[in-house]
Antibody, heavy 116, light 108 residues
Framework: VQLVQSGSEVKKPGASVTVSCKPS????????FAWVRQAPGQGLEWMGW????????NYARKLQGRVSLTTDTSMATAYMELRSLTSDDTAVYYC??????????WGQGTLVTVSS | EVVLTQSPGTLSLSPGEGATLSCRAS???????LAWYQQKPGQTPRLLIY???SRASDIPDRFTGSGSGTDFTLTINRLEPEDFAVYYC?????????FGQGTKLEIK
């Protein structure tokens, strides 16, 4: 099973970005998803998770109010929206399948660059 | 929020040697809900260990996870050239999951 993410994005400060994540199989309804980001040269930062079957989501405190995780079961796709972007949000954004708390597999990553 | 502190920040070793990587939690992690990941430059993180000591699929047995409470360890026996990478621990004992800051394992 692979997770395929949408392509790189360049955004201006204050804008919003949406990254999509689609499993390569049709077992989407059984998936919970996590989102993680990694700023250039930095470590992994937990963003949140969402369950596909009922849409329950949990967000990192640092991003509360700016991030929204959703799923579209008809499109078998998960989405991460981040609002009010600043240069500090420049990072590679990863989706991953959440299995019992651990993450496997991971998507290929989506580079989001915030620049004026 | 559980803070995970990994040590050392950088570990310099030679192929064939053994490595011991530490992950210390700011509070006790119940039910051993801790995972380890490997990330090579330019690559996606890869799950190595979950539930403290269970190896993920296709992970060689030279990788061993152990620990409990607040102290956890990833041991790598007989380092291979492909093992030099950055390693992260992650806890999922609370609803707010967190990662450690990473340990870089470099060739000496």
């Amino acid at each position: 099973v692979q997770l395929v993410q949408s392509g790189s994005e360049v955004k201006k400060p204050g804008a919003s970005v949406t990254v999509s994540c689609k499993p390569s199989t049709n077992t989407f309804i059984n998936y919970d998803f996590a989102w993680v980001r990694q700023a250039p040269g930095q470590g992994l930062e937990w963003m949140g998770w969402i369950t596909s079957h009922n849409g329950n989501a949990n967000y990192a405190r640092k991003l509360q109010g700016r991030v929204s995780l959703t799923t579209d079961t008809s499109m078998a796709t998960a989405y991460m929206e981040l609002r009010s972007l600043t240069s500090d949000d420049t990072a590679v954004y990863y989706c991953a399948r959440l299995q019992g708390g651990w993450l496997d597999p991971w998507g290929q990553g989506t580079l989001v660059t915030v620049s004026s | 929020e559980v803070v995970l502190t990994q040590s050392p920040g950088t570990l310099s070793l030679s192929p064939g040697e053994g490595a011991t990587l530490s992950c210390r939690a700011s509070q006790s992690i119940s039910s051993s809900f801790l995972a380890w990941y490997q990330q090579k430059p330019g690559q996606t993180p890869r799950l190595l260990i979950y539930d403290t000591s269970s190896r993920a699929s296709d992970i060689p047995d030279r990788f061993t996870g152990s620990g409990s409470g607040t102290d956890f360890t990833l041991t790598i026996n007989r380092l291979e050239p492909e093992d030099f990478a950055v390693y992260y621990c992650q806890q999922y004992a609370t609803s707010l999951y967190t990662f450690g800051q990473g340990t870089k394992l470099e060739i000496k």
